[in-house]
């Protein structure tokens, strides 16, 4: 799988991979302490806000938008930065402290407002790691015939972490795979709940990556001119419509924000298909794990077929598998959906990061792939809260709905937009204005 792969981009999708595990961990873990009782949500939760009332979902899915919110409006500023100084690694070792600080902070925290400040430092962490490692691996890429491979090697291991964090945070919790109540270890004499495992486990992915990225990574030479236009083109140069790097970051925050609307709905998804917290989290990595297993080989046969019809194929599958997971009601089908739309992310990223890695060109890397990392967290973050706002509105199946229509505008835009970057010998630009 990694055959060929320069061992600095190895070396960064090991650090990520760890980095991720720890913020997966949160994603589960965070909605359950909130719910516990363990955090006060006294005059918070029935509070009107705008004739709206809130509850603990919306709640819940504030604390996990606001992570992504401050991650994705940082990213253009903290890549254009590392483009105009040339100091990635430096960038990724701050994002990293940050992260692993608020990691820390959460079991002394009792209070609704402390979690979400928290969770904001986390969110600022974020701006500083992602777009200055996604710039290093296209940093490293040797040529363009390398791209989509060495992204996809770096989503694969960054993707384990995320995958199959959830399930390792379910265990953790819980103390096995068959309970359901937060267990309670003895450390040395003292008691420890599953949460502080939980929270404990985040804080050591992100040391492990700092320590990976302090010892093994050094900066490439970067162009001193890179990055000094902050602003996102929205029109073609050439006159043929949209910019396809904006075209893709619109879809990838529409396709990023499919996947989050599911964690909100931790509770209704568990009582509606009767399922343990386990479950629950194998179907939360499901669509992690589908990337595991077909990013490598998407990535490097993008770069051998073309990026854009990869992409295009992705967004058709997106639309039925995200319909359908508001329409199940046994929970293997629910499974084989979150798989099925897996594969749609593995179809649409490291083919879109490989496309716009093509294009960077004097814009330099860290400035223009911002615009995919950027909207992929700005998905993330809208995805939690935009889900359990259309829940309590609509009724269960509502999110999926609208994610449903999201993913099939991401799929008309893609195919109208996106122009191939490759020479592939066959004619997959997107159709001229003549057409």
Same mark, same amino acid.
């Given at each position: 799988?990694?055959?060929?792969?320069?061992?600095?981009?190895?070396?960064?999708?090991?650090?990520?991979?760890?980095?991720?595990?720890?913020?997966?961990?949160?994603?589960?873990?965070?909605?359950?302490?909130?719910?516990?009782?363990?955090?006060?949500?006294?005059?918070?939760?029935?509070?009107?806000?705008?004739?709206?009332?809130?509850?603990?979902?919306?709640?819940?899915?504030?604390?996990?938008?606001?992570?992504?919110?401050?991650?994705?409006?940082?990213?253009?500023?903290?890549?254009?930065?590392?483009?105009?100084?040339?100091?990635?690694?430096?960038?990724?070792?701050?994002?990293?402290?940050?992260?692993?600080?608020?990691?820390?902070?959460?079991?002394?925290?009792?209070?609704?407002?402390?979690?979400?400040?928290?969770?904001? !430092?986390?969110?600022?962490?974020?701006? +500083?790691?992602?777009?200055? $490692? #996604? &710039? /290093?691996?296209?940093?490293?890429? %040797?040529?363009?015939?390398?791209?989509?491979?060495?992204?996809?090697?770096?989503?694969?291991?960054?993707?384990?972490?995320?995958?199959?964090?959830?399930?390792?945070?379910?265990?953790?919790?819980?103390?096995?795979?068959?309970?359901?109540?937060?267990?309670?270890?003895?450390?040395?004499?003292?008691?420890?709940?599953?949460?502080?495992?939980?929270?404990?486990?985040?804080?050591?992915?992100?040391?492990?990556?700092?320590?990976?990225?302090?010892?093994?990574?050094?900066?490439?030479?970067?162009?001193?001119?890179?990055?000094?236009?902050?602003?996102?083109?929205?029109?073609?140069?050439?006159?043929?419509?949209?910019?396809?790097? !904006?075209?893709?970051?619109?879809?990838? +925050?529409?396709?990023?924000? $499919? #996947? &989050? /609307?599911?964690?909100?709905?931790? %509770?209704?998804?568990?009582?509606?298909?009767?399922?343990?917290?386990?479950?629950?989290?194998?179907?939360?990595?499901?669509?992690?794990?589908?990337?595991?297993?077909?990013?490598?080989?998407?990535?490097?046969?993008?770069?051998?077929?073309?990026?854009?019809?990869?992409?295009?194929?992705?967004?058709?599958?997106?639309?039925?598998?995200?319909?359908?997971?508001?329409?199940?009601?046994?929970?293997?089908?629910?499974?084989?959906?979150?798989?099925?739309?897996?594969?749609?992310?593995?179809?649409?990223?490291?083919?879109?990061?490989?496309?716009?890695?093509?294009?960077?060109?004097?814009?330099?890397?860290?400035?223009?792939?911002?615009?995919?990392?950027?909207?992929?967290?700005?998905?993330?973050?809208?995805?939690?809260?935009?889900?359990?706002?259309?829940?309590?509105?609509?009724?269960?199946?509502?999110?999926?709905?609208?994610?449903?229509?999201?993913?099939?505008?991401?799929?008309?835009?893609?195919?109208?937009?996106?122009?191939?970057?490759?020479?592939?010998?066959?004619?997959?630009?997107?159709?001229?204005?003549?057409?």
């Amino acid at each position: 799988m990694v055959l060929g792969t320069d061992s600095r981009v190895l070396t960064l999708a090991f650090a990520r991979m760890a980095d991720a595990l720890g913020n997966s961990f949160l994603i589960i873990v965070l909605p359950l302490y909130i719910a516990s009782g363990q955090v006060s949500l006294a005059g918070i939760v029935g509070t009107e806000l705008l004739g709206f009332t809130l509850q603990t979902e919306t709640l819940i899915g504030l604390v996990l938008s606001l992570f992504g919110l401050l991650n994705s409006f940082g990213q253009p500023f903290t890549g254009r930065l590392s483009d105009r100084t040339g100091r990635r690694r430096a960038f990724v070792l701050t994002g990293l402290v940050l992260f692993a600080v608020g990691s820390a902070a959460y079991p002394f925290l009792s209070s609704y407002w402390t979690v979400l400040a928290a969770r904001a !430092f986390q969110g600022l962490g974020a701006a +500083f790691t992602i777009p200055a $490692t #996604i &710039a /290093l691996v296209n940093d490293y890429a %040797g040529s363009d015939a390398e791209r989509g491979g060495n992204f996809g090697v770096f989503n694969t291991f960054r993707l384990i972490g995320f995958g199959f964090g959830p399930i390792i945070a379910g265990v953790v919790v819980t103390g096995g795979l068959s309970a359901s109540e937060v267990v309670t270890y003895r450390v040395a004499g003292t008691a420890v709940s599953g949460f502080t495992a939980a929270f404990a486990v985040a804080v050591l992915g992100a040391v492990v990556s700092f320590l990976l990225v302090w010892f093994l990574i050094q900066d490439p030479p970067v162009d001193a001119e890179a990055g000094k236009d902050l602003s996102i083109a929205i029109m073609d140069p050439d006159g043929r419509g949209l910019d396809s790097v !904006f075209v893709l970051g619109v879809g990838t +925050f529409m396709m990023a924000t $499919t #996947i &989050a /609307l599911f964690a909100t709905l931790e %509770g209704p998804i568990r009582m509606r298909l009767d399922e343990s917290t386990l479950f629950f989290s194998v179907q939360f990595a499901a669509v992690v794990i589908a990337n595991v297993v077909f990013q490598v080989p998407i990535g490097r046969a993008s770069d051998r077929f073309g990026r854009r019809p990869f992409v295009v194929a992705g967004f058709a599958v997106l639309v039925p598998s995200v319909f359908a997971q508001g329409l199940v009601t046994d929970p293997w089908l629910m499974l084989l959906a979150r798989f099925v739309q897996g594969i749609a992310v593995a179809l649409v990223f490291a083919p879109s990061l490989a496309l716009a890695g093509d294009l960077a060109g004097a814009r330099g890397s860290g400035t223009t792939l911002s615009v995919l990392t950027m909207a992929f967290g700005l998905g993330v973050a809208v995805g939690p809260l935009a889900s359990g706002v259309l829940y309590n509105l609509g009724s269960f199946s509502t999110p999926f709905t609208a994610g449903a229509v999201l993913a099939l505008l991401a799929l008309v835009l893609t195919y109208s937009q996106v122009e191939e970057t490759l020479d592939t010998g066959s004619e997959s630009s997107r159709p001229s204005p003549q057409d």
